[in-house]
């Protein structure tokens, strides 16, 4: 299992090095392709919009021929070879449906890792947290190592440094194993999973938790500029909570096995109101620091829950549909509509004010928390 361990790490460190470069850096070559700011976002607003839809249809697709390792394959390769597209391309509209088609497959490949790691930590031997905090330290190299690097070269360097990620990537996937055999699915799939009342307030809590980072992921740079901050001082802003994060998920394991995922929910979700209301009512350095350490809970702590009571809380047979749901609903859907919300308002009434929406989105989040059931498997680990 040690062995499985590394693979799934190997995963994580490239995936989550390719969003550390992509997530910083394609806007600055997007820029220098002369798209304007709206446009730009507009393009950036692709992957998570498609994260709506194509997890769950290709989570059904691989829990409904019981062969996820094919679907990782071909989620790893198609997405190698639809960003490769990038290079060629210059108008606004040629981007905006190269960079759809390349998220309908990297949005759906992370999802079908996460259900095969989760099945590694059932059998022993793999602890979640401490397997995936090397995709926050992937994360973390690639932002600062490609900031480096475009001082030196042109900004296309990003496009080379993501398709160098997702080739990495793909020879990840094929050191992964299938998962253990389940029954095929009995019935209505992803409709079975959105008929249940526990599975359903479940997900509504996982929405309503990355809606409230909508003004955090899309405008906390742009506000902080805003206040005359500079660049390297963001920049060091943001490696602070994804360090913070990789803390957090050294001892997930402990905390799961003392709290369970219901309690380390409710207690992440807590800390996240304390984040979101520090930045509405200030912009002081220290209270900065402090809010980017509570990204441990707000994504580090709440992350590894929230993926275990998935795969505790959907049936085996649906492993991969239910993490492809977690995925669309929180990170798709959730995100995608608070981040549109976040600009429309952004000008009119200001990021604090959009701070302290979050802070009652995540508390809103908190009171539908405690309403949750404890998963059969989670009570009987406890017990």
């Given at each position: 299992m040690p062995h499985l361990a590394r693979h799934l790490a190997t995963f994580y460190l490239g995936y989550f090095g390719l969003l550390g470069v992509l997530l910083p850096y394609l806007s600055l070559y997007l820029l220098d392709l002369g798209l304007s700011p709206y446009r730009i976002g507009v393009v950036m607003a692709v992957t998570p919009l498609v994260k709506t839809v194509a997890p769950n249809l290709w989570g059904w697709a691989a829990d409904r021929t019981g062969s996820r390792r094919a679907f990782m394959r071909m989620a790893g390769l198609g997405a190698l070879v639809c960003f490769s597209l990038m290079l060629g391309v210059r108008d606004f509209w040629a981007i905006v449906g190269v960079m759809a088609i390349y998220a309908v497959f990297t949005s759906s490949l992370l999802p079908l890792v996460e259900a095969t790691a989760m099945e590694?930590?059932?059998?022993?031997?793999?602890?979640?947290?401490?397997?995936?905090?090397?995709?926050?330290?992937?994360?973390?190299?690639?932002?600062?190592?490609?900031?480096?690097?475009?001082?030196?070269?042109?900004?296309?360097?990003?496009?080379?440094?993501?398709?160098a990620f997702l080739a990495f990537n793909l020879w990840s996937v094929f050191h992964l194993p299938d998962g253990h055999p389940a029954p095929r699915p009995r019935?209505?799939?992803?409709?079975?999973?959105?008929?249940?009342?526990?599975?359903?307030?479940?997900?509504?809590?996982?929405?309503?938790?990355?809606?409230?980072?909508?003004?955090y992921y899309g405008f906390y740079s742009v506000y902080l500029?805003?206040?005359?901050?500079?660049?390297?001082?963001?920049?060091?802003?943001?490696?602070v909570g994804v360090a913070a994060e990789v803390a957090a998920m050294l001892f997930t394991g402990r905390l799961l096995r003392a709290l369970g995922t219901k309690h380390l929910m409710v207690l992440a979700l807590g800390l996240t109101v304390i984040r979101w209301g520090i930045l509405a009512a200030t912009a002081a350095v220290p209270w900065l620091i402090a809010a980017q350490l509570l990204h441990a809970a707000s994504f580090g702590l709440f992350h590894v829950s929230a993926v275990t009571h998935t795969h505790k809380l959907v049936p085996p047979e649906l492993r991969a549909t239910g993490q492809g749901l977690y995925s669309s609903l929180s990170f798709g859907l959730?995100?995608?509509?608070?981040?549109?919300?976040?600009?429309?308002?952004?000008?009119?009434?200001?990021?604090?004010?959009?701070?302290?929406?979050?802070?009652?989105?995540?508390?809103?989040?908190?009171?539908?928390?405690?309403?949750?059931?404890?998963?059969?498997?989670?009570?009987?680990?406890?017990?």
């Open positions: 590694a930590v059932d059998r022993g031997g793999v602890d979640y947290g401490r397997v995936r905090l090397w995709g926050s330290v992937g994360f973390i190299v690639a932002a600062l190592g490609m900031g480096r690097v475009l001082d030196l070269v042109p900004s296309v360097a990003v496009l080379w440094a993501i398709l019935g209505g799939g992803a409709r079975a999973l959105l008929t249940s009342r526990p599975v359903l307030a479940f997900y509504g809590v996982c929405l309503l938790m990355q809606a409230s980072h909508g003004t500029e805003g206040m005359g901050f500079p660049r390297t001082q963001i920049g060091l802003l943001w490696a959730g995100l995608t509509v608070a981040t549109y919300l976040a600009g429309a308002l952004y000008s009119r009434i200001g990021a604090p004010l959009l701070f302290a929406g979050s802070a009652g989105v995540a508390a809103m989040a908190a009171a539908l928390a405690l309403t949750l059931s404890v998963p059969r498997e989670a009570r009987a680990e406890t017990a």
